[in-house]
């Protein structure tokens, strides 16, 4: 079973950084394709960054782009989600979710990811 183990949340003020990892305890064909999420109360979940293990693609929303980073290490089939520039509005909970690289590779729908992890909160205040 893949299970999807995060870590890196926190709090820090705004203008700060933080980095998120996600450990993805069997890469199978159904989980080769990772992406990060954020929920924060009263808001719909929406993606953040996206990447495809072994391969070098990603892709993000306009919102992110200049400010969030996804990396992976394929030897720990971990990847990471580095947030530069914090604001307020990044406050969510934060979650990683793995899917078919061939479902999910470059779109942010979440019924498309099979596996999720537990999430980890961000917290930035001004």
């Known amino acids: 079973q893949v299970q999807l183990v995060e870590s890196g949340g926190g709090s820090v003020q705004a203008g700060g950084s933080l980095r998120l990892s996600c450990t993805v305890t069997?890469?199978?064909?159904?989980?080769?394709?990772i992406a990060w999420f954020r929920q924060a109360p009263g808001k719909e979940r929406e993606g953040v960054a996206g990447i495809v293990l072994g391969g070098g693609y990603t892709w993000y929303p306009n919102s992110v782009k200049v400010r969030f980073t996804i990396s992976q290490d394929n030897a720990k089939n971990t990847v990471y989600l580095l947030m530069n520039s914090l604001k307020p509005d990044d406050t969510a909970m934060y979650y990683c979710a793995a899917g078919s690289s061939a479902m999910v590779a470059g779109q942010f729908l979440p019924s498309a990811y099979d596996y999720w992890g537990q999430g980890t909160q961000v917290t930035v205040s001004s």
């Open positions: 069997e890469r199978t064909a159904s989980s080769n394709g």
